[in-house]
């Protein structure tokens, strides 16, 4: 079964940082674009970040560029998000997504359950 | 940034009924689209991609439409497991942008 489960969700002050992972099976990590979006509560979804099959490449939303730094660990199917500065904002279910295409050109066939994170003091 | 506007942005309907949700881009964006399911508490599930490509496993009463600036998701007849929002999304350019959602519930 192709999965995807996202942890290192929590409750953080502003300013601080948090790390999420997540833990994927059921396909060739090392071979797709992988993707984390979020969704504050209540709102629609927001695109985060996203980083090429082989890690080389990265991508950021404006709203996280020098904050966020999205990582991935081929060789223990994993993927991370490094989040310091953290603000109220910030405040969101985040989802960990596969690319649909081999070569990443970004629509999302995979979601994990989401890991919540919430910044306040 | 490309924009996305999906009209309406919320629905009453009965089970059986015909369904059409639109979203529009600011700019041509060829058929580079999605269109995700959400339901309460779950996360997304993607439904078509390339604006009318169906995803695998999602039932053919669901198709899509469009290129360049405009885009339909239709429901040929609503079922009781549709209720939900859907969004729509553009992959023509990074950053990846999202619809602000459709939210369809019972009549």
């Known amino acids: 079964e192709v999965q995807l489960v996202e942890s290192g969700g929590g409750l953080v002050q502003p300013g601080g940082s948090l790390r999420l992972s997540c833990s994927a099976s059921?396909?060739?990590?090392?071979?797709?674009?992988m993707h984390w979006v979020r969704q504050a509560p209540g709102k629609g979804l927001e695109y985060v970040s996203a980083i090429s099959s082989n890690g080389g490449s990265t991508y950021y939303a404006d709203s996280v560029k020098g904050r966020f730094t999205i990582s991935r660990d081929n060789s223990k199917n994993t993927l991370y998000l490094q989040m310091s500065s953290l603000r109220a904002e910030d405040t969101a279910v985040y989802y960990c997504?596969?690319?649909?295409?081999?070569?990443?050109?970004?629509?999302?066939?995979?979601w994990g359950q989401g890991t919540m994170v919430t910044v306040s003091s | 940034a490309i924009q996305l506007t999906q009209s309406p942005s919320s629905l009453s309907a009965s089970v059986g009924d015909r369904v059409t949700i639109t979203c529009r881009a600011s700019?041509?964006?060829?058929?580079?689209l999605a269109w995700y399911q959400q339901k309460p508490g779950k996360a997304p599930k993607l439904l078509i991609y390339d604006a009318s490509s169906l995803e695998s496993g999602v039932p053919s009463r669901f198709s899509g439409s469009g290129s360049g600036t405009d885009f339909t998701l239709t429901i040929s007849s609503l079922q009781p497991e549709d209720f939900a929002t859907y969004y729509c999304?553009?992959?023509?350019?990074?950053?990846?942008?999202f619809g602000p959602g459709t939210k369809v519930d019972i009549k």
């Open positions: 997504v596969k690319d649909l295409w081999l070569v990443g050109r970004g629509a999302f066939d995979i």
């Open positions: 059921g396909f060739t990590f090392s071979s797709y674009a």
């Open positions: 999304q553009q992959f023509n350019n990074y950053p990846l942008t």
């Open positions: 700019q041509g964006i060829s058929s580079a």
